[in-house]
């Protein structure tokens, strides 16, 4: 079998997650992938992460809904999906996803508002990051599970540990060692954890202060309630994630950072996470522009003004320096296609002209995608392979 096109992709699989550096667009190629699927008459959900106001007011849809929103009748016109396609997207901030799961695996909303104001929990935004991600992932296994999406786009957060709810199955608990919870944690006790706990407590006291000591405890305290619950289904999870349903997505942009980003996604989840890597999306890239005359090279009237023949000359070396950079990009796309084997893929999505609007960048990403991927001038224009 060979590499599928975007559209082979989008209609065998149920789930596509995009991985990538921050900033290179996962969340636009994102809801780019998802609006191309729906106008294929597939219904889909995108879930992004922190997604910009822009693109939210592109779709006509809210940051933050607790669950997901389908996307108005005239909205879908203008974007060109029709029945029966449809397109429903949730969009989360991370910090907000959060506070709900704390809301809704706290055993009494008291314990709940203990957690959400303690200073501790404010401040660990790692754990936010990681009970975010978990809480993506497990909405999602229950969308999956009850068939009214035939795809769902995953968006991942700006963080190499985007994929860590998949990493071992006991990650979770390992985050906080139980060891240490145990500690901190008030109740039941032999002697020894009893006096150990007083000790620990007074040394904390002393290097501390009392008060971030007892915030340490209600924090330990309240969140190991939380840990117990998400460890539950990792095992799940886990196994499917790996299933054929599940494809994943490397996106990056042409700097070097974001590609040696994707090599370490790429390493990630191919080897230790035993994950279907579906191949690369070179996004923001000038690899269509590569085979595109130079100024020179155009065929001017033998009458044209000395004018034009100077300006011309003028922008000769802008236009070269321009198409190096395309050729470059064109070299990456290929390095990226070999890279990704005999079954992956390489698409390449251009860079669009700064100001464009969300909705045109959606759609003119999503038209770029059935171009098989291949590179696509912004305005349709020419392409190359
Ligand atoms: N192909 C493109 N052409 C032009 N601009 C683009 C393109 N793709 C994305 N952008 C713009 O780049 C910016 C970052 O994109 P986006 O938010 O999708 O990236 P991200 O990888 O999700 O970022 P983060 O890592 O912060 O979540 C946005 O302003 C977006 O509109
Ligand atoms: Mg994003």
Redesign the pocket.
């Known amino acids: 079998m060979s590499a599928p096109s975007p559209a082979q992709l989008l209609d065998a699989r149920k789930v596509i997650v995009c991985c990538?550096a921050?900033?290179?667009?996962?969340?636009?190629v994102s809801a780019s992938l998802a609006l191309a699927a729906a106008r294929r008459g597939k219904r889909v959900l995108v879930v992004t992460?922190?997604p910009?106001k822009r693109l939210a007011e592109a779709l006509g849809v809210d940051r933050n809904p607790p669950e997901p929103v389908a996307l108005a009748a005239d909205r879908l016109a203008k974007l060109g999906v029709q029945a029966p396609g449809s397109l429903s997207a949730w969009m989360l901030d991370p910090q907000l996803v959060s506070d709900t799961v704390v809301r809704e695996r706290s055993r009494t909303p008291d314990e709940a508002e203990r957690l959400l104001t303690n200073p501790i929990y404010r401040n660990v935004s790692a754990m936010i990051a990681g009970m975010q991600e978990y809480t993506a992932v497990e909405a999602l296994h229950a969308f999956v599970g009850d068939d009214q999406y035939d795809l769902v786009v995953l968006?991942t957060?700006?963080s190499r540990n985007a994929l860590r709810f998949l990493d071992a199955p006991d990650r979770v608990g390992a985050f906080l060692d139980r060891r240490i919870f145990n500690l901190f944690v008030p109740g039941e006790g032999g002697v020894i954890r009893r006096v150990a706990s007083r000790l620990i407590e007074k040394v904390l006291d002393t290097t501390f202060g009392e008060d971030t000591r007892r915030d340490l405890q209600v924090f330990f305290e309240l969140f190991s309630q939380i840990l117990g619950h998400l460890n539950k289904n990792q095992h799940d999870m886990r196994a499917f994630f790996q299933s054929e349903a599940v494809s994943f997505l490397l996106v990056t942009s042409p700097a070097r950072e974001a590609v040696t980003e994707a090599f370490f996604f790429e390493k990630k989840t191919r080897e230790e996470l035993g994950l279907h890597l579906g191949g690369y999306v070179l996004?923001?890239s000038l690899a269509w522009a590569a085979d595109l005359p130079m100024p020179d090279t155009l065929r001017r009237p033998v009458d044209a003004p000395a004018a034009l023949g100077r300006a011309l000359g003028r922008l000769a070396p802008l236009a070269q320096a321009e198409a190096q950079l395309a050729r470059t990009h064109a070299d990456l796309a290929s390095e990226l296609r070999n890279r990704a084997g005999d079954h992956g893929f390489a698409w390449v999505?251009?860079?669009?002209p700064d100001g464009?609007g969300?909705l045109e960048?959606l759609i003119g990403?999503a038209d770029a995608l059935m171009t098989d991927g291949l590179a696509a001038s912004p305005a349709g224009g020419p392409t190359t392979a």
């Open positions: 990538g921050g900033g290179v667009g996962k969340t636009t992460i922190d910009s968006d957060p700006p996004n923001r999505l251009p860079r669009l464009a969300a960048a990403l």
